[in-house]
């Protein structure tokens, strides 16, 4: 590919600022949601966003990647460099037996150097190490420790990655 190829072929130098004003518009000025300490896409769905922790460069993927839902009632911690896919589900806390109030429960802890992968769900309680990959459509219903790869549902321990140089 040419030079000309490639530059003809690169989105235009502004369109992520775009996308984060657009982003900070709805949020901010549409939805009202004045007390956000990070931005995410305008199609993903935060509850308790307060309860939220996360690591350096995951803004960039909740900013940037529509259709998640983070619920984050009893809290939600995710580790630096944590990838996060379209339509991931965080749900930190069930409904009662009652159905009008929620749960208590441990806080959701997501390690560094993580891959959730597109429409997976990771449920109250559970602790994922570093170097996690949880593949596409996994329900997370356990704990998993550093270096795992898991799927499936409920998510079960596929293999342990070998790999663990920055990125699982």
């Not at 300490?37 to 993903?44: A, M, N, V």
């Not at 449920?123 to 270096?147: I, R």
Request: proline share 5%; net charge positive; hydrophobic share 40%.
């Amino acid at each position: 590919m040419s030079a000309r190829e490639k530059i003809q072929a690169a989105p235009p130098v502004g369109a992520r600022w775009q996308v984060r004003l657009f982003n900070w518009f709805v949020h901010r000025v549409v939805w009202g949601k004045k007390d956000m300490h990070f931005s995410y896409h305008f199609t993903s769905v935060i509850t308790s966003p307060e309860n939220i922790k996360i690591g350096r460069g995951v803004d960039t993927y909740l900013r940037n990647v529509g259709g998640n839902y983070l619920q984050a009632i009893n809290g939600i911690e995710i580790g630096d460099d944590t990838m996060i896919a379209p339509g991931v589900k965080i749900i930190s806390a069930n409904h009662s037996p009652d159905g009008h109030t929620h749960e208590k429960a441990e806080p959701i802890r997501i390690g560094k150097n993580c891959w959730l992968a597109t429409n997976c769900v990771i449920l109250p309680g559970v602790q994922l190490g570093d170097n996690v990959v949880v593949g596409a459509g996994a329900v997370v219903t356990k704990s998993f420790p550093d270096n795992a790869i898991v799927g499936g549902v409920p998510a079960k321990l596929i293999r342990m990655n070998e790999r663990v140089d920055g990125m699982a």
